[in-house]
């Protein structure tokens, strides 16, 4: 099957230790993307790379950092420096296809909680 | 990145179609509208997509007056499974255009009343 995969589905972390959320996806899709949602919130994008070994800043980036180095991957690293980690955190990923199409296949999501 | 006005929340019971209105006053010439869905802790899900008129598909209908500074979502004969946040999301998606970005408000609430 193809899709897109988090994990771990839920984190808990000590506040001031730096924790990493995995993504991958087998659609060979070439951009991809990392979202953050707070209760009853929309989603705000954190990061996202057109392709490999590319990335750019998001709305709200500070306190996290991405890494693209292979296609299939995009792994986020949430940093001490992020105030306020605790939110469930969503990777999407997207072809570009020359449709037109603006659908973004998300993942599972990961909760990560930060005490 | 076109800015969109939908209601929080709405209320209808099953098997009532249920339209949801979204506001995009600044859209742009290449811009597409598009819905998604999202069930608690689960990812969005794309629902549909258009650039003018209608557009119907296996799930809904979107409908776009031609100043396009409106939407229309409709959802026909809703179940209890319909229950879920529907957001619409305004951009242009062709590569290149520099919105490779999905702004997500905060959606419309929808609860579906057995």
């Known amino acids: 099957d193809g899709g897109i995969t988090q994990s771990p589905k839920y984190l808990f972390r000590k506040e001031g230790q730096n924790v990493t959320l995995s993504c991958e996806q087998n659609?060979?899709?070439?951009?991809m993307y990392w979202y953050r949602q707070d209760p009853g919130q929309g989603l705000r994008l954190i990061y996202y790379?057109?392709?490999?070994?590319?990335?750019q800043k998001g709305d709200i980036a500070e306190g996290y950092s991405v890494s693209r180095e292979k296609k299939e991957s995009f792994p986020l690293t949430v940093t001490s420096a992020q105030k306020n980690p605790t939110a469930f955190y969503l990777c999407?990923?997207?072809?570009?296809?020359?449709?037109?199409?603006?659908?973004?296949?998300f993942g599972p999501g990961t909760r990560l909680t930060v005490t | 990145l076109a800015k969109t006005t939908q209601p929080i929340s709405m209320d209808s019971y099953e098997g009532q179609e249920v339209n949801i209105t979204c506001s995009h006053n600044?859209?742009?010439?290449?811009?597409?509208i598009t819905w998604y869905q999202q069930f608690p802790s689960q990812g969005p899900r794309f629902i549909i997509q258009?650039?003018?008129t209608k557009v119907t598909n296996e799930v809904a209908s979107l409908f776009i007056p031609a100043d396009r500074k409106s939407s229309t979502l409709s959802l026909p004969r809703v179940s209890l499974s319909d229950t879920a946040v529907y957001y619409c999301?305004?951009?242009?998606?062709?590569?290149?255009?520099?919105?490779?970005?999905?702004?997500f408000g905060k959606g419309t609430k929808l609860s579906v009343i057995p």
């Open positions: 999407a990923s997207r072809s570009w296809g020359g449709d037109l199409s603006y659908e973004q296949y």
């Open positions: 659609l060979n899709h070439d951009a």
């Open positions: 790379s057109q392709i490999v070994n590319d990335f």
């Open positions: 600044n859209i742009a010439t290449n811009d597409y």
């Open positions: 258009g650039y003018k």
């Open positions: 999301l305004v951009g242009d998606p062709t590569y290149g255009a520099g919105s490779y970005q999905l702004t």
